[in-house]
């Protein structure tokens, strides 16, 4: 019995055995198939944000086609954040519960589908449609974020994360400088949805064919698919996690709802500028993000602390909105929108915050409820502001008045996240140092 308990002590103690050739070649191929992944979910998230913004250059087309309103058009379009903000809670526990092969694709489909059946002019399909785009979309960023992770070392991880979220804004961006001037030049928004919808479908069929399989087997019987939302009651439970989601929502709406949907109307029709400077405009604010995000993240990152750059990052963004519906200094409105969107940059700062002020168990689940938090203030918001502001565009006794209602709505929403700031539990270094190395 002694000699047999040496035995396994001395097996237990020997060194592993190292990989052989076959297993390194076959994790290199594996390594870069991730990669190969990543690009084509970076693909996906530009698109995504594409269909996203898309809709705020063709209102009056939207109107004809499904045969209502103004006001009946922001209702379909806001159906979108209903199921993005509830999908966001599945799509971070399903990759990691079932792996990206078996979850990513399945979001592109599930957006290209939802486009084809926009296309199709009937309400009934243009909601169904917009439901099934929200639904798509909430697994593009987080499942970037995921392939990323495997397929980069640490070194080049934020790196990647940083493109991936450049690449989106740039689609939000050419969701309405580039559709604009299609749609000005006559192109149907029938061909359009159809076109972007098989575009879409045709980048599923590739992800899935490059996303390598992962062994997950035994992780999946894990208390089966009701372990899927189990970190969630962590997370939910932290006072700390809502702050973080009504900051992000107050000042992702004015972008979200104010410019993706609202802004191209707001600017032709209020302020009577031609649709090919309205579109433009308009366009300036996901171009900020470009800039915004990534800059106000080393701002937070060099200086320590998250809560004053979020705070000072408000007030810019109520100082741009300011000057462009009240013009107290002399330069153009796509100026103060481009400053808006760098400033709205500072949205991704409470994403940072949740995972810090939650256990590292449950960071990946984290991110998929403030996901839900915010577009669920962002579905909320939206019929508000369409039924008080939205549905004038255009019809209002005083167009200048009613345009400066539209901004002062955006300005309150930033002075609220200002507020909500002050309750957020600062995270940075500076506060929270690291301990010194002796």
């Known amino acids: ?50 269909v996203r913004s898309s809709p705020s250059v063709m209102i009056p087309e939207l109107e004809a ?6 006001l009946g058009i922001s209702a379909i379009l806001a159906v979108y954040y209903y199921t ?68 980069f070392s640490a070194r080049y991880l934020a790196t990647a994360i940083g493109v991936t979220q450049c690449v ?24 359009f949805w159809v076109g972007i919808g098989a575009l879409i479908l045709a980048n599923a069929v590739l992800l899935y064919v490059a996303t390598p399989r992962e062994q997950l087997g035994a992780h999946i019987q894990e208390g089966g698919f009701g372990a899927l939302l189990k970190p969630y009651k962590i997370v939910f439970s932290n006072p700390q996690s809502y702050l973080c989601g009504v900051v992000a929502g107050l000042l992702f709406a004015p972008t979200t709802i104010g410019d993706m949907i609202w802004g191209v109307a707001a ?11 309205a579109v433009v405009t308009a366009s300036m604010v996901p171009l900020g993000w470009v800039v915004g995000c990534p800059l106000v993240g080393w701002l937070s ?15 810019v963004m109520i100082l741009a909105a300011v000057q462009i519906a009240f013009k ?27 995972k810090e002020v939650n256990p590292d168990s449950v960071k990946g689940s984290a991110t998929g409820g403030i996901n839900f938090l915010v577009f669920a203030l962002t579905a909320f918001l939206g019929p508000i502001f369409a039924s008080h502001v939205g549905r004038d565009y255009g019809t209002a006794v005083d167009l200048n008045q009613h345009f400066q209602k539209g901004a002062i709505f ?16 600062e995270t940075g270094r500076a506060v929270h140092p690291q301990p010194a190395t002796k």
């Open 1 to 50: 019995m002694a000699s047999g308990n040496s035995v396994s002590a001395a097996e237990g103690r020997s060194p592993s055995p190292k990989p052989t050739l076959a297993a390194q070649v076959k994790s290199e191929a594996q390594t870069r198939g991730f990669i190969i992944a990543w690009a084509f979910t970076v693909i996906f998230y530009f698109l995504e944000y594409a």
């Open 65 to 70: 086609s499904f045969a209502t309103t103004a």
């Open 84 to 151: 993005y903000s509830s999908m966001s809670l599945v799509a971070g526990a399903a990759l990691d519960h079932f792996g990206a092969k078996r979850t990513v694709p399945i979001g592109v489909l599930v957006l290209g589908i939802g486009c084809l059946l926009f296309s199709v002019p009937a309400v009934v399909a243009g909601n169904t449609g917009r439901l099934l785009q929200g639904a798509g979309s909430a697994f593009a960023f987080t499942g970037a974020v995921y392939l990323a992770a495997h397929g």
């Open 168 to 191: 989106g804004m740039l689609g939000g961006s050419a969701g309405q400088f580039v559709v604009g001037p299609m749609m000005e030049r006559g192109l149907s928004v029938h061909v």
């Open 267 to 277: 600017f032709q029709k209020d302020l009577q500028l031609s649709y090919h400077n």
């Open 301 to 315: 990152d060099r200086i320590g602390r998250r809560k004053p750059v979020i705070i000072g990052s408000a007030v």
């Open 328 to 354: 107290p200094l002399p330069f153009s409105a796509k100026v103060g929108m481009f400053i808006f969107g760098v400033g709205s940059g500072a949205a991704m700062l409470p994403y940072s915050i949740i």
């Open 410 to 425: 955006w300005i309150a929403c930033c002075a609220a996240a200002i507020v909500v700031s002050f309750f957020l539990r």
